[in-house]
């Protein structure tokens, strides 16, 4: 994280369910003090996967729309039982992009 500065993370980790925050991002943010911007895109076409998370790839020369959303810092001296917090409001947060993209 200090070299660059930057980092990725896929919210609703490999298995599943679709939606529903893992700790991990969270952890993440509050061991660097990094803050996170959550993400979202969408493509004009594109071909989904049949697995649980309707994995995405646009199609070429698709029109690929990203939208950010606000920076949200999570500071680690809330303690274990406010963790469980800042993980359901980030998925709060994410939520409504997964249920409605094109808003």
Known sequence: MNRFGLAAHIVDGPRGPAGVVK???????R?????????????????YF???????????FSR????FGEMIRF???????????QRAMLEAVMLPALISPED
Do not use: C, N, Q
């Open 75 to 85: 500071p680690a001296d809330v303690g274990e039982e406010g963790f469980e917090a």
């Open 50 to 60: 049949r697995s649980w998370d309707r994995f995405m790839i646009p199609k070429p």
């Open 64 to 67: 690929v729309t990203l939208r």
């Open 23 to 29: 700790p991990g991002a969270v952890r993440i943010a």
């Open 31 to 47: 061991a660097t003090d990094a803050a996170v911007v959550p993400f979202y895109t969408t493509a004009e076409h594109a071909w």
